[in-house]
């Protein structure tokens, strides 16, 4: 079976995010991580290569850099890396961003797609339906379990009630939610193997994608702050303060 | 008149909150047609009407997964009737139709919106809180209508203002082929307490608790207060608890009278969907955490030793 998983490198979350301000865009420097939610689609992507004998293709949109979110998710045990790198993509919208990714799984084929259901980034939430709606297959989205037997899919789909079992054919979907299985580490010897991995790298042109911006931002300000507030540290009583404020703001 | 659908998922029989909160903001913005999924009833028209809706598309897809047949049909009642702005839901089956409806019809969708203008030209802008609320994007639509738009819940209270049972007009679904699924069967997580996104008190754990068994101190403070429960992305992906209970950018949005964050560093992903509380109580260990920005009283301690009292002095009250 072929699996292809998108995956996305994205500025550390744990660094502030900067905007540009000319174009608003968040500024991405050579040294971009692999988005963690993804690390959730590799995990699932390779199990089910090796229970099917399959094989997992990445494939992902965006600037290269230093490719070490790539390299991690190869790290992990994934097989090839297809990449689409241009710089007229640069603040490319959820819509373009699934043609280009949609133009790339055209070209190696797929049993099987999977993405995280959001990135951490942008948090668009819906290039994996834009994706699958341009691929013509079912989107089997939020993921918490995934199984795949006798040419089909079945899913348990999260919901706001608890969750649903989604079946479909193959070709299709997945958006699987980060938890839905324990991502692996990779070991001494795959980091030393991601090297040699196979990585083509294509252009939009290369892969015949129109780019057409529909949207953009037009201003990014600061939002009202909220009144300081009281900070305490604890010497032993800080949980009267706490109830104090419950019964000031009537609770108890 | 300006032509707004709003899209609105059937839940609990009838029209969710979220699809009666776009109500409230589509009928400012012009004439509202809702497009309901689920069986729906006459009370649901009823309510509808009453919310402000002015003509109703019903899409009954049964066990078919929703997205697929939904967006082929309204991609053509879209074509056929050129809305201005369609209204979705930051929510899983709004984003499956808003996502798959828009690569259908080749227009874009601005996502986590939290207000919604229309120019005297017809076209949408957008507002967004990035970076953890601390800062406000605006966005516009340089492209023709159809605009699509995904909202944030409870950016708009949903209030009725009287209104009569609207049209109601049964939406046949196309065989979508490869690209539809079912659903097989459906089960209903038993909760325990009170609703997340309706509870006026919330108490919320994060990776300071240390452990999964630790949540029993979120637990035990919620308990005497009628306090429902929350947690952070980190103890989801962790197995600590339920993705149901999981508050922010991928979670819930909830704004309670109070919330109480223990253990929670405030991650920018989290704060998103809690910063609007009344009133925010944190405990953490680290006097930096910036949680304590936007805190109304901040306790820098150990939640261990903070929250096993805070316990014993609530069941002595």
């Known amino acids: 079976m072929q699996i292809v998983v998108c995956v996305k490198q994205i500025p550390d979350p744990a660094n502030p995010s900067r905007f540009d301000p000319d174009t608003f865009r968040l500024s991405r420097s050579e040294d971009q991580i692999l988005d963690d939610t993804d690390r959730y689609g590799v995990e699932m992507g390779l199990r089910l290569a090796e229970a099917t004998g399959g094989t997992v293709t990445l494939i992902s949109m965006g600037p290269t850099g230093r490719a070490q979110g790539i390299r991690q998710a190869l790290a992990m045990g994934a097989d090839r890396a297809v990449i689409v790198d241009d710089e007229t993509l640069e603040g490319a919208d959820a819509l373009t961003t699934a043609r280009i990714l949609a133009a790339a799984a055209g070209h190696t084929g797929f049993d099987l797609v999977i993405c995280g259901t959001e990135s951490t980034d942008g948090y668009s939430g819906v290039v994996p ?12 989205t939020y993921a918490t379990g995934v199984e795949v037997a006798d040419g089909q899919v079945t899913i348990h789909r999260q919901t706001s009630a608890g969750y649903d079992v989604v079946v479909a054919d193959l070709p299709a ?14 070991t001494f010897r795959g980091i030393m193997g991601a090297k040699k991995k196979p990585t083509e790298t294509f252009s939009a042109a290369d892969l015949n994608v129109p780019i057409s911006v529909g949207q ?37 | 008149m300006t032509e707004v659908w709003t899209f609105c998922e059937e839940s609990g029989g009838g029209p969710s909150t ?49 997205a697929g047949p939904v967006a082929a049909a309204l991609a053509n009642l879209a074509a056929e009737h050129s809305p201005q702005l369609l209204l979705f839901g930051q929510a899983y089956t709004d984003r499956d139709v808003a996502g798959r409806l828009a ?34 994007a605006e ?47 459906r089960h209903t997580r038993e909760r325990r307490g009170p609703d997340l996104e309706e509870a006026t008190v919330i108490v919320s754990g994060g990776r300071g608790l240390g452990a999964a068994e630790h949540y029993s101190l979120v637990e035990g403070v919620a308990a005497p207060l009628g306090a429902a429960t929350g947690a952070t992305r980190a103890i989801v992906d962790a197995g600590w608890v339920p993705y149901a209970k999981q508050v922010g950018q991928t979670g819930k949005t909830v704004k309670p009278d109070v919330y109480m964050a223990c253990g929670i560093s405030g991650a920018m992903q989290h704060l998103v969907g809690m910063k609007d509380a009344k009133t925010i109580i944190a405990i953490n260990k680290d006097p930096d955490a910036p949680i304590f920005t936007i805190a109304d009283l901040g306790i820098v301690g150990d939640v261990h030793q903070v929250m096993p009292k805070l316990i014993a ?5």
């Open chain 2, 18 to 66: 979220l699809g009666l909160e776009l109500l409230a903001k589509a009928r400012r913005l012009g004439q509202v047609t809702v497009l309901y999924t689920g069986s729906g009833s006459p009370r649901a028209w009823e309510t509808l009407g009453e919310h402000g809706a002015t003509r109703i598309f019903h899409f009954d897809h049964g066990d078919r997964l929703a």
């Open chain 2, 103 to 136: 690569a259908r019809m080749g227009v874009p969708v601005l996502s986590n919106a939290v207000d919604v203008t229309l120019g005297s030209d017809g076209q949408a802008r957008t507002r967004h809180e990035i970076s953890g609320g601390s800062e406000i």
């Open chain 1, 129 to 140: 339906q834009m994706l699958a709606e341009l691929l013509g297959v079912a989107a089997l």
């Open chain 1, 173 to 186: 979907l997945v958006s699987v939610t980060a938890g839905v299985v324990e991502p692996r580490y990779p």
């Open chain 2, 313 to 317: 002095e609530l069941a002595d009250s």
């Open chain 1, 216 to 252: 953009q931002v037009v201003s990014i300000s600061p939002a009202p702050e909220r009144k300081a507030g009281v900070i305490a540290e604890d010497e032993g009583e800080g949980h009267l303060l706490i109830l104090e404020k419950l019964q000031e703001v009537k609770v108890i």
């Open chain 2, 139 to 185: 966005a516009a639509f340089v492209s023709t209508g159809p605009h699509l738009v995904i909202v944030r819940p409870k950016s708009f209270p949903a209030e009725p203002v009287g209104g009569n049972p609207p049209p109601v007009v049964a939406v046949e679904l196309p065989d979508v082929g490869g690209a539809g699924a079912v659903v097989t069967e």
